[in-house]
């Protein structure tokens, strides 16, 4: 168990450019540590996949 575990329980953060990198690793991290995430991203195709693989709240394809 990580000592950061549930640390971002009951709490939401917006995470832009979500779809990939740094994004996508951020919001993996809060999700696996109890949060909420809602994933901004240009690019909608790989922003739905992201959002599968890191299990996102919501999602905004912005254009």
Not at 8 to 34: N, P, Q, W, Y
């Amino acid at each position: 168990m990580s000592a950061y575990q549930g640390r971002f329980a009951g709490r939401t953060a917006v995470v832009t450019g979500g779809a990939s990198g740094l994004g996508k690793a951020s919001a993996a991290r809060i999700v696996a540590e109890g949060g909420k995430v809602v994933l901004w991203d240009l690019n909608a195709d790989a922003l739905k996949a992201a959002a599968q693989e890191v299990g996102a709240t919501h999602v905004v394809a912005l254009d």
